[in-house]
């Protein structure tokens, strides 16, 4: 294929994929549709590093604007598609102009879910991490004896809750179900991240839920509780999980379904379309999922470019992530969703252990804590599709290597 390529999006999995096309010598014209005024950047550190301000946004930059230039990549900041014609194969962009493609890629990723502004979550010092301008806006807020309170006790809002504990704010998290991490992780490694926030002086209240927050003169000053009671503050940071951007898709016809459904090939229900990172519904293991990681818009988007490029084999999931908190690294391989039975393993140093998934008998997932040797040893035994001995596994003095012969 030789004509035009349009990505929509200036993210992770946008720039993995024209990247790697033209790493593969493919030559085709390509134009990448940015909504954000910067050109492509790492969105991870946003949450950490740069919010403490140890990274500056021209580290965080893929490549710089000459190397878009060099490898023939026409890229548009500040300019979203309003519009998808699938008919006459063209969009239409936010200043009017139409741009015909061949093949056209969604990378247009998620939204984090804000609060209603009936409830206060249009006051002034309400905050989401998605972008740089609000790591920006949030930072100014990090200083100490200042009080904050984390809507969500998930990966992202602990991430937050680490740094600005590290940064000498009073924290505390709230989260609406039976335990922080529900949603993503075991009770096990919920129990073991609660203990690390909580001895690093944070508040978690869990079965707890916001009421409405209270403001005055429009700046947020207390948060009502579901419990009933009130808590003064002078910060909310929001992080109950994101939204797949797939209202563009669904708008030209596409499925969707929270996000847009594709095919083991990146397909959309559109053959000459295709969807790449945290919008993407991919099959996996006889069930659809959508994964919100670094690792596979990367892993995916080049896996399509190989597609594009004239390849066939089909993208096959691999997942793992990891969160960083406080001095703490949490490292996962696999996806535990469905497991009936876990593991725990202490690890080698003070402070390490892993928590092993199970699923029926075979083994699906691992969450390393601080514990660099259990996460490389099941990311292989996973990606061998070996089981190891429970019996084995749990006993601390058996050496993990020995679980790979």
Aim: hydrophobic share 45%; proline share 4%.
């Amino acid at each position: 294929m030789s004509g035009r390529l349009v990505v929509i999006g200036g993210g992770q999995a946008a720039f993995a994929l024209v990247a790697k096309l033209r790493a593969l010598q493919d030559t085709r014209p390509i134009t990448v549709i940015a909504a954000e005024a910067c050109l492509p950047y790492q969105r991870p550190p946003l949450s950490k590093k740069y919010l403490l301000r140890e990274m500056s946004l021209d580290r965080l930059l893929y490549r710089p604007e000459a190397w878009y230039a060099e490898h023939g990549i026409d890229i548009r900041l500040s300019t979203t598609v309003t519009r998808v014609d699938r008919r006459a194969s063209e969009v239409t962009l936010s200043d009017g102009s139409r741009l015909a493609y061949e093949t056209l890629a969604f990378a247009t990723g998620a939204t984090p879910r804000r609060l209603p502004a009936s409830i206060g979550g249009d006051l002034e010092g309400v905050y989401v991490v998605r972008d740089f301008r609000d790591a920006d806006r949030l930072a100014e807020e990090m200083k100490p004896g200042r009080r904050v309170l984390v809507i969500g006790g998930g990966y992202i809002g602990l991430e937050a809750a680490a740094v600005a504990r590290s940064c000498g704010l009073e924290v505390t998290v709230i989260e609406m179900a039976d335990r922080i991490l529900q949603r993503v992780a075991s009770a096990a490694t919920s129990a073991i991240v609660r203990e690390i926030h909580r001895s690093h002086g944070v508040d978690i209240r869990e079965r707890m839920g916001l009421h409405r927050l209270i403001g005055e003169g429009g700046q947020v000053t207390a948060a009502e509780l579901s419990d009933g009671s009130v808590m003064p503050l002078d910060v909310v940071i929001v992080g109950i999980g994101v939204a797949a951007n797939d209202a563009l898709a669904h708008d030209a016809g596409l499925e969707t379904s929270n996000g847009i459904l594709v095919d083991s090939h990146g397909r959309t229900s559109d053959p000459a379309i295709f969807a790449i990172g945290d919008c993407a519904v991919l099959p996996w293991q006889g069930m659809r999922i959508r994964l919100e990681s670094v690792q596979n818009a990367v892993d995916q988007a080049e896996a399509i470019a190989a597609i594009l490029a004239g390849g066939s084999a089909p993208y096959d999931p691999k997942p793992w992530f990891w969160s960083d908190q406080y001095d703490v690294k949490l490292q996962i391989a696999g996806f535990g969703l469905g497991h009936d039975e876990t593991l725990v393993r202490p690890g080698q140093r003070e402070g390490s252990v892993s928590v092993w998934y199970f699923r029926q008998g075979k083994l699906i997932a691992v969450d390393a804590i601080n514990d660099a040797k259990a996460y490389v040893t099941g990311k292989k035994l996973l990606e061998a599709g070996v089981t190891p001995d429970p019996a084995l596994l749990a006993d601390p003095q058996v050496d993990l290597k020995s679980l790979l012969v």
